[in-house]
Structures are given as C-alpha cells and as structure tokens.
C-alpha cells in the first residue's frame, strides 16, 4: 500500500492515525505546520490537536506559511490550542481570539519568519507538519499546492509529521523548486535571476530519521473564498491598465511589462482579471499566490509564467487546473515564501507589487491590516516585502467600506503598514494617483481629487486648507487627524451631516 507515495520502504511503519501522531505533542511545543493561503494545509493533525486538547491542557505557538484552510485556525483557536500565532491568519473565529487578547498575534513579513528561525531569534519549532504528495526514496517531502516555510520547519523540527494527501495528484512532483539560503553573514547571492529559473532541488531534503509519523490523509484544500469582480473592481482593474500602458509608452517597460506580483483577496484578483483585457502578453509573475485570475492569464496567453509559493483557486478552476497540470509543468514554480518574497529578488527583478489597502491617508501611508486602527483583519502577509522592493509598488482600495460609512481615503490613517516611502501608485475605482516625485504637499490634492470618494472630497479639502495653515512638510491638525475613525465609532460614519 501507498509504494508509490512512500518510497523510502523503512518508513512504513511510522504511518499511523492522526490521534496516535497528535499524542506526540506536549503543552508548551513551537508547532510548525505548512499552509499558505489554504493550500497545501495538514488536514488531519488540526482536528486530532482539537482533540487531544479536550483530554490535556495544550497550548502551542503555531507558525505556519500563511492562513490554513478548512476552519483549522478557528476551530484550534476555540479549543484553546493556538496560544501564539505567526506570520499570518485569515480565520474570523482566530481573528476574535486575536482582538479579544486570547491569543497573541505576531504579525510578520512572509519572508522573515524562516530567516528569523535561522538566526535563532524565534524559538525552535519542535514538531513540524508537513502535507506532501510522497515521500521519496531518499527520504525527501515532496509538498502538495504550497511551499511556504516546509522547508525551513522541517529542516529544523526535532520531530517531523507528515500527512500524505492521496487527494493531491502525483503529477505535482516536479513543480517545486525548494532552495534555502546559507546562513549569515556570508551569504552567497540567492542565484536566481529570471521568475522561472530553478535553482533547487524538487523535494525537501530531511533527515528520514527525524520522521516521526505519517499520516494518510484524502482531502481537497479549501476553495478560494475571493468574490468576482464587480463594477468598482472593473473600474479599478481599467485605471490601472491605462496607467501601465502608459509606462509602456513611456519606454519604462517593454509591452510584457515587469514580473507582476498581485496580492490576496477579491480586488487584487479582480484587478488581475483585469489585464486579460489588456494588450499585455507574455506577462511573467512574480508573486507569492496564484490565484483563479494568474490561471486565467496563463490560459489566454496574456501570462508566460508564474512563480509563486501557492495556488490557490476556486473549487471551478482547481479542477480544470489539476486535470490539466501537464499544460502548466514547464510555465509555474513554486517556491519557498522566503524566495517568493525575497527583498533581495523582489528589487532585482524590478516587481510591479500590486496590493490592498484598507484604507490610505492623503499622503499616501497605507492601512493594510487594522479596522480602525486598533483591530486585525488578516495580516500584512507578503505586502511589505514586495512594496517596499519592487520597482513599482501599487495599492488599490475600494473608495469606501461599509456602504459608504467608511472613507478608504482619510487625513491619517489609523495604523501604518506601508510608509509614503514605500508607496508609488494609489487607486481607487474613481481614478489613480501617480504619487512618484511628488512631494507630500504635492501629493495631498491628487490624491483626494483622484481617488476620494465625490461624497467624502469637501471633508477632505476641508481638512487639508485647515493643516496647511498650520505649515509643515507633511502638515496635519493633529487634534483633527483621528477624527473621521472617532465619528465612526461615535455616530456610525465617517461623514459630517
Ligand atoms: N475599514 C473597515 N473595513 C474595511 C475597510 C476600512 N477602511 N476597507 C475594507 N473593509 C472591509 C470590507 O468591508 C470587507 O468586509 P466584509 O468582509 O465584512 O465584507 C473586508 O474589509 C474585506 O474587503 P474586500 O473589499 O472584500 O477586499 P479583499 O478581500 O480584497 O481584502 C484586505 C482586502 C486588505 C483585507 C486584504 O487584501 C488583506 O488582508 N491584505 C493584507 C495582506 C496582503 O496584502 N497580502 C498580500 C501579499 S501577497
């Protein structure tokens, strides 16, 4: 039985129930387990720690790629399981535990927390679990629709669990490439060059010795939950191929455009279907998700090639995907997050990094992960590392939230994820502000002309006349800058009637 996922002929006799390997767990224990935006995510063991903790406390500091799928994070954080979570969550029940206290949220770039591991500045992971298509003859994981830190968990992990999805076809061997880098300070550049290149190996290279337990498991990720494209996200995919196009006939770049890099969720998804009604072709992405739009791309022909640390589609586009891998093998990579979102990649190859905002200010600092300033929604994810590094960092943000009680664009946003530094392009569906080599005075009026909602501009002009008076390079009404969030919570909008 399953010779084919376990090849390494030894290992045999670790497989064993979820409940036999979640006894291997101890309160207090770093758990690494792998996932990233739901794919790729260990089935079984979240259920048996569930379990296991109605039996004995258990407390764990869970790290992961990104968010998990099927209700895992919610369902452990209920049970009392998840005490410290890390890097990123996109979990409604985990994130009340966050905002509530109960759990404590470490809210990190995607790509710092294997280099963090490395250099010791996070505790060691205890147990790592790792979904994977097979295991080889030599041991090695082969990882199933994401990489995110497998590698780096299990390298690490004293204890190695692995789930063996029969769910996930074999035919996905031969899409990773799993490269990680040296320790530093003598770090050799990370070799890689161009968005498809393979610089590693195919499979994760453990010690079989560390493997403790395997698990057989046969179930789908979750689908992705993004909504289609509505009126808004049309309007906002639309402004920025014109502005792209106007790099291109600009000269700035040739008509493939640089490596694209689009970010989660329902507007930069939509944003991406945009382009396949663009001229753009033989595209390249750069980026750590693929989402149902960078497979649609991939199928028209406006995209050549995708790299990315997961995959993560409709139940639709899974489908059609998994039944036709063979038309994608030589076109996607996926890749480690730590190489996905390399600062040191990101800048090399110039990353057009197109992201959401929450809401942004009138300078242009970007919210991407506190409502109101004070409570999480998911997390900044891969954000930082491809805003602040790529050639041109884009954030696109529906004009208002909420029916129109929340203005995207205020005096002064609330929390700040990405510094006016680290932001060149803002749009909203009412249009999109070029901020490049533009002073914040300068940038102030744009913005608010371009991207404010009609609604919300004479509030906003209002506020800047006011900070003007008072002078500055950056001016504000310091006693005025919160205002808009405290009359929301105050009277349930932002707007003065
Ligand atoms: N204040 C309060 N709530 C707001 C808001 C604001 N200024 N702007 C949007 N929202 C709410 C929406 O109303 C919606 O609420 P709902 O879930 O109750 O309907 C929710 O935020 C999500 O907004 P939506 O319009 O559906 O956008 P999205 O699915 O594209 O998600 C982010 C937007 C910002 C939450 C999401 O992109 C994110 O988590 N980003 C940070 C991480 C990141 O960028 N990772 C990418 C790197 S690859």
Known sequence: MYEDRIRLATLMDKVMTADRAAALFRDGMTVGMSGFTRAGDAKALPLALVERARRAPLHLTLLTGASLGNDSDGLMANAGVVARRMPFQADAALRRKINTGEVMFIDQHLSETAEQLRSGDLKAVDIAVIEAVAITEDGSIIPTMSVGNTASFAQQAAQVIIEINLAAPLALEGFHDIYVPQARPERAPIPLTSPLQRIGATAIAIDPARIAAIVITDSADSPSNALPPDTETDAIARHVVTFLEGEVAAGRMGPQL??????????????????????????????????????????????????????TLTAATHERFIANLEQYRDRIVLRPQEISNHPEIVRRLGIIALNTALEFDIYGNVNSTHVGGTHMMNGIGGSGDFARNGQLSIFVSKSVAKDGAISSVVPFAAHVDHTEHDVDVLVTEWGLADLRGLAPRERAPLIIEQCGHPDYRPQLRAYVEQALAGGGQTPHVLEQALAWHARYKREGTMLVK
């Open 258 to 311: 640089l490596p694209l890099q689009a970010g989660i969720g329902t507007i930069a998804n939509a944003v991406l279907h945009g382009l396949s009604a663009s001229s753009f072709r033989d595209m390249t992405m750069y980026s750590e998700v693929l989402q149902d739009s960078a497979i649609a791309l991939l199928d028209s022909g406006h995209l050549a090639v995708a790299s990315a640390s997961s995959i």
